[in-house]
C-alpha cells in the first residue's frame, strides 16, 4: 500500500492548489474572473469560505440552465434525494462534484458506463447468482454518477459505526461467556439461546483482544428526513468491499483528471487494513503469522472478491480440501508438504465451517477446526457464532446493547422494529400488515423480505401465516422511505441519456483490530428497477462509487 | 505453494497448450488441402486419427466433412479436446488461481473465454478458416508472451512449464506419427512431390519451417524432419526442447520441495528414459527400427510422466 499513501501524501500537498484549480475552472466558465482574482489575494481562511461560496452559488444557480441533461431530473416526490434538495440547489459535498464533472461529462455517462461494464466481464468482476445453471457468472451493474458524503456527515457516520461494531462485538464476546447482558435480562435470553444463528460450539473459544468481529458490514439507509438509520448488521461474511475498490478503480481510470480535482478519500489501503486485522488475531509468539482466506470455490457467488482480496493481501486462497487438522493445529496442504496456518479469514458460514462440530455433510469446511481455535494454535475471522449479533430480533436491541457495553447513547438509530415473537406487536402488526416491511429473521442478502405495501394479498396472506406459524422467525418494520439518487436509467426518445431517481442504500465496512479501522467508503447499492427498495446484487441492483470527500 | 494450485497451474497450462496445437493441426490440414486436393473422400479422417478422436466424432457426425470436423475440432464442446473446450478447461483452471495470476495474463485467458462463447460454425464463413485460425493462433502467441513477461520464475512458473511441456512433447509424437502413418498410403508418393508438400506442412503446423530450413535448407527429407521434430536441441517446439525444459522445471521443484524420494528424471524412472531415448537418439536409427514403436514409446513415457508428478506434488485428496 505504498501507493495509497503516497497518492494521500500527494493529495494533501495538492489540497489547497485544488481549491485554486476548480476556481479556476469555475472562473472561466462563469465569467467570474474580476470578483475571485479579489478573492485570491485575501487572506487564506477568508479565501476557502470565498471559494466555497462561490462554487456553491454558481452550482446552484446556473446547472440546470447550463445542462439540459439535469435540468431534465425530476427528484422523488416523498423520498430525500442525496443530490439536490427541495429547492434544487446541490447539497453538502456535491456542489464541487456537480460542477467539476457532473455537468461537464453528462454526455459521457453512457460511454462510461458501458466501458464499466466492459472493464468487468473481461477482467471477470462478476458473482453467480444462486439457482442460475453452475457457472452463471454476471457482472454487477455499475452506474456513474458518484454518490458523494461530505466531510461532517462522514465524521459522525464514522463515530457511530465504531461505536456500534465495538458493542456488538462485546455482546457476541458475553454471550459465549459470561452471558451479563442475558442475566440482567436487558436482552431475553431465549431470543439468543434460540437464534438460528447461536452456535454453542462457540462457547470457550478466546480470540486474541477479545476480537470476535473482526469484519463488520453495516447497511445504513437514509429516510425522508435524510438521517442515516441503520438497516441491518453484517457480522458474519459481510461481501461487497472489492466492488467498493473497483469501482473507484473504474472511476479513476476512466476520468482520471476527475479525481485530481476533487478531493475524495483513498479506499485502497482497505486490503492493507484488513491484513493488519488479521495478523492482529495470530496466536501469541508468533511474529509472522501464516494468514489465508477460506473460499468455498469458484461458484460461490463472492468468488471474485475473495481472490481479489487474497490477491492484494499476498496471501493464499484455499479451499477446505486444502487443509487439514492434526494435533490441534490447522495446516495447509502444499507442495513441499503440510505448512501450518495462524489466522484464517473464512468465507463460509458456521455451518459449513466443521463437519465434526456443524453439518456433517459439509464438504467445505475442515474437520477439526473448531478443535485448533479452542485450543488456541490459529484463530479466524469471523468468530464461530457472530450470528447472534446481526439477528433481525436481536438488532431491536442494539440501542439497549450499546448502552449497556459503552454506556453511551446510540450515535446512529435503527429503524423501529416488532418482534412478532411478542404477541400485542404481532396483532397489531398482522391487523395492518400491508403497512410493514417484514423480513425472516435468520435470513440475509434481502431474501425472503415482503414488503408490505407493494405486495399481492396473496403474499400477504401466505405471510401471515407463516408469521403465526412461526412468529420468532419474523420482525417487521414500517416502510421507510428510503433516500434516491440521481441515476443513469436507459435513453429517452431522442436518444439521450435519462437521469431518474433511483432508491439506494449504503454498506460502509468496520474492521475491528486491535484499534478500529473504518474504510473511508462503502458500498452504495442502488436499485436500478423504477420504484424498487431491494437493492442485493442478487435481485437487480447495481452499484456506485461513493466518495467520502476528505474537507 | 498449494497442491491444488500447482494442479491447477499445471493444468491450464496443458489445456492452452492441447488448444493451440489443435488450432495448428485444423489450420494445416485446410492448407493442405487447398494446395493438393486429393481424391480421398474423406481428407478429413486423418486429423480425427492423429488426435485418437475417431470414435468420438463417430457418435456426433456421420461422415468426417470439412465442416463436421472444423466444426468438432473447434466449437463442439462435447469434444472436451475441442478448443472451445481446452480454452473454457483452461480459463476453469485459471479462474480458481488466478489471484496467483497476474492480471494481464488472466485478462487475456478471460477475454479469450469471453470470445469463444460467441464463436459460432458461421465464424469460418463470415472470417474465413484462415484469417480465424492465424488470429488464434497470435492469440496464443500472446498468451505465452504474457506468461513469460509478468510471471515470475518460481515454482508455479515450473508447474506451468510441466504441463505446457509434457502436452508439447506428445503432441509432436502424435503428429509424426500421423503423418507416417495415415497421410500417406500410397508407397510410389514416397519422396514425391505431395509427400513433401505433406511433410512441410507438418512442419508448418509446428511453426518449424522457417526453422527448419535454417538449419537443412530447403530440402524436405523424412529423416530430417523426424531428426528436427524429435531431437533438435534449439527448436521450441521439438521434442527435445521439451524434454529439456520439462526436466529443468521439475530439478527446480524437487529442490524446493525438498522430498526425499526418488527424482522423476531417474535414471531408471520415465523421466529418466524419455530424457536418455531423446538426447542419445538419432532419426536414421530410430526409423531403421521402426518410427512409429519410438513415438508410442515416447507417448506413454509422457503419460507415465504425468502420473508421477500427478502422485509427488499434485494429488491433494
Known amino acids: ?551 | 505453494m498449494l497442491r491444488r494450485i500447482a494442479d491447477h497451474l499445471f493444468w491450464m497450462a496443458r489445456y492452452l497448450e492441447r488448444a493451440e496445437w489443435r488450432a495448428r493441426l485444423a489450420d494445416v490440414n485446410y492448407h493442405l488441402l487447398v494446395e493438393t486436393p486429393t481424391k480421398d473422400p474423406h481428407p478429413w479422417a486423418p486429423l480425427l486419427a492423429i488426435t485418437g478422436d475417431g470414435e468420438l466424432f463417430a457418435k456426433y457426425y456421420d461422415a468426417p466433412s470439412e465442416t463436421d470436423v472444423l466444426d468438432f475440432f473447434t466449437l463442439q464442446t462435447r469434444n472436451p479436446s475441442s478448443i472451445v473446450s481446452c480454452v473454457n478447461a483452461a480459463r476453469e483452471n485459471a479462474r480458481s488461481l488466478r489471484h496467483r495470476l497476474s492480471s494481464e495474463l488472466w485478462l487475456e485467458i478471460n477475454t479469450l473465454y469471453l470470445d469463444a462463447q460467441q464463436w459460432m460454425p458461421a465464424v469460418f464463413d463470415q472470417q474465413g478458416v484462415y484469417a480465424f485460425f492465424n488470429e488464434l493462433r497470435n492469440r496464443f502467441h500472446r498468451l505465452s508472451g504474457i506468461s513469460h513477461a509478468t510471471m515470475p520464475r518460481d515454482v508455479e512458473f515450473d508447474f506451468m512449464t510441466l504441463g505446457t511441456m509434457l502436452e508439447r512433447a506428445e503432441n509432436v509424437s502424435r503428429m509424426l506419427d500421423s503423418k507416417y502413418h495415415y497421410l500417406l498410403p500410397r508407397l510410389e508418393d514416397v519422396g514425391g512431390p505431395i509427400d513433401r508438400m505433406q511433410w512441410a506442412a507438418v512442419l508448418r503446423s509446428a511453426s518449424a519451417l522457417e526453422a527448419y530450413r535454417r538449419v537443412y535448407g530447403n530440402q524436405i527429407a523424412v529423416a530430417r524432419v523426424v531428426e528436427f521434430l524429435l531431437f533438435d536441441e534449439a527448436f521450441p517446439r521439438s521434442a527435445r526442447f521439451a524434454v529439456d525444459r520439462l526436466q529443468a522445471a521439475v530439478e527446480r521443484i524437487e529442490h524446493t520441495a525438498h522430498s526425499g524420494e526418488p527424482a522423476v528424471f531417474a535414471a531408471d524412472s520415465p523421466g529418466g528414459k524419455l530424457a536418455f531415448l531423446l538426447r542419445e537418439g538419432n532419426a536414421e536409427a530410430v526409423i531403421a527400427a521402426g518410427l512409429h514403436e519410438f513415438l508410442m514409446e515416447v507417448q506413454d513415457l509422457c503419460a507415465d510422466i504425468g502420473s508421477v508428478i500427478f502422485d509427488k506434488y499434485l494429488r491433494f485428496e
Open chain 1, 1 to 551: 500500500m505504498r501507493i495509497g499513501r503516497r497518492l494521500l501524501l500527494r493529495f494533501f500537498s495538492f489540497l489547497f492548489l485544488t481549491f485554486l484549480r476548480s476556481l479556476v475552472v469555475l472562473i472561466k466558465a462563469h465569467s467570474l474572473r474580476t470578483a475571485t482574482r479579489r478573492q485570491l489575494t485575501r487572506e487564506r481562511g477568508a479565501e476557502i469560505v470565498a471559494i466555497q461560496t462561490a462554487v456553491t452559488e454558481v452550482a446552484a444557480s446556473k446547472l440546470s440552465s447550463l445542462t439540459p441533461f439535469w435540468a431534465a431530473y425530476k427528484a422523488h416526490a416523498d423520498a430525500f434525494d442525496e443530490m439536490f434538495n427541495r429547492q434544487g440547489a446541490p447539497r453538502a459535498g456535491y456542489s464541487r462534484v456537480l460542477a467539476e464533472f457532473l455537468a461537464t461529462h453528462a454526455d459521457r455517462f453512457d460511454e462510461i458506463r458501458a466501458r464499466a461494464d466492459r472493464m468487468f466481464l473481461n477482467e471477470g468482476v462478476t458473482f453467480n447468482v444462486y439457482g442460475d445453471s453452475a457457472g452463471a457468472e454476471r457482472i454487477f451493474p455499475f452506474d456513474p454518477i458518484p454518490r458523494v458524503i461530505d466531510a461532517g456527515t462522514w465524521a459522525n457516520l464514522e463515530a457511530g459505526l465504531i461505536q456500534r461494531v465495538r458493542a456488538l462485538n462485546a455482546f457476541v464476546a458475553d454471550v459465549y461467556g459470561e452471558g451479563c447482558i442475558l442475566k440482567d435480562e436487558v436482552v431475553p435470553a431465549d431470543l439468543i439461546k434460540t437464534s438460528p444463528q447461536f452456535r454453542r460450539a462457540a462457547a470457550g473459544i478466546k480470540p486474541p483482544h477479545g476480537a470476535h468481529i473482526t469484519v463488520a458490514g453495516i447497511d445504513l439507509v437514509r429516510g425522508a428526513d435524510g438521517e442515516f438509520r441503520v438497516l441491518e448488521d453484517n457480522v458474519r461474511t459481510p461481501s461487497g468491499v472489492s466492488y467498493v475498490i473497483k469501482n473507484r478503480l473504474v472511476m479513476t481510470r476512466l476520468v482520471p483528471e476527475l479525481m485530481r480535482e476533487v478531493g475524495v478519500r483513498s479506499v485502497e489501503h482497505y486490503p492493507a487494513d484488513l491484513l493488519a486485522s488479521l495478523c492482529e488475531l495470530a496466536p501469541s509468539g508468533v511474529s509472522r503469522p501464516v494468514v489465508a482466506l477460506l473460499t468455498p470455490g469458484v461458484y460461490n457467488s463472492a468468488f471474485f472478491e475473495h481472490v481479489f482480496l487474497s490477491q492484494q493481501m499476498g496471501i493464499e486462497l484455499v479451499e477446505g480440501r486444502d487443509l487439514v487438522c492434526m494435533d490441534h493445529k490447522l495446516y495447509m496442504k502444499t507442495v513441499g508438504g503440510l505448512r501450518q496456518v495462524d489466522v484464517l479469514y473464512r468465507r463460509i458460514d458456521d455451518d459449513f465451517l466443521d463437519p465434526v462440530v456443524f453439518r456433517p455433510d459439509s464438504l467445505l469446511g475442515v474437520p477439526g477446526l473448531t478443535s485448533v481455535l479452542r485450543a488456541g494454535n490459529a484463530a479466524i475471522a469471523n468468530g464461530i457464532g457472530t450470528g447472534v449479533a446481526d439477528d433481525k430480533a436481536v438488532y431491536a436491541y442494539t440501542p439497549a446493547m450499546i448502552r449497556y457495553y459503552l454506556g453511551e447513547d446510540a450515535i446512529l438509530p435503527i429503524v423501529q422494529t416488532y418482534l412478532m415473537r411478542d404477541p400485542d406487536m404481532r396483532a397489531m402488526v398482522l391487523r395492518d400488515i400491508d403497512q410493514f416491511v417484514l423480513k425472516p429473521t435468520g435470513e440475509s442478502g434481502g431474501y425472503g423480505v415482503v414488503i408490505g405495501p407493494k405486495a399481492s394479498d396473496r403474499e400477504l396472506a401466505e405471510t401471515r401465516e407463516r408469521i403465526q406459524r412461526d412468529p420468532a422467525g419474523f420482525v417487521a418494520q414500517p416502510v421507510v422511505q428510503i433516500s434516491t439518487h440521481p441515476t443513469i436509467c436507459g435513453h429517452r426518445a431522442d436518444g439521450a441519456v435519462e437521469v431518474a431517481p433511483r432508491h439506494i442504500d449504503f454498506r460502509p465496512f468496520v474492521l475491528l483490530g486491535e484499534r478500529p479501522r473504518v474504510l473511508p467508503g462503502g458500498l452504495t447499492r442502488v436499485a436500478l428497477r423504477e420504484g424498487s427498495l431491494i437493492v442485493n446484487s442478487s435481485q437487480g441492483g447495481g452499484s456506485k462509487d461513493t466518495w467520502v470527500m476528505a474537507a
